[in-house]
């Protein structure tokens, strides 16, 4: 699949309770921005992952190359911009960004979510209709 404009913005706003003792967004934050991000474009899409965990249908992040190359601060609005980079048979590659209200990126990530049956823990094919969801929106 070749390269995908932006997909998906999502928009945070920097709480006190998202940042160290200097106000500066603590680190492990931004993940969990880039994990709403990519939960809500999920959503989005129509696609409700407890409704799969039901069936056994369960995803998990099994890469994840980050990148800080700037600070984010306390009451700063930034934005989670997610790219879906690359499809396969069990994977999704994404790639994220975060940028402030000035469109400096900050925070950088490339996210490899597997798909797998949540009682074994072993790989299992995307299922055709999410995959068709993630098609059609890239």
Known sequence: MKRNPILFTFPVKVYYE?????????????????????????????????????????????????????TAKLHESLSVYTEIKRLKKVSIEFEQTIKNQHQTTVFSANVTVACINPESGKPQAIPPEILGELKGAS
């Open 18 to 70: 998202d940042t160290d003792a200097g106000g500066i967004v603590y680190h492990a934050n931004y993940l969990k921005f880039c994990e709403r991000a990519r939960t809500e474009l999920l959503l989005a899409l129509g696609i409700e992952q407890d409704r799969y965990l039901k069936q056994n249908i369960g995803f998990v992040v099994t890469k994840m190359a980050i990148e800080f190359k700037a």
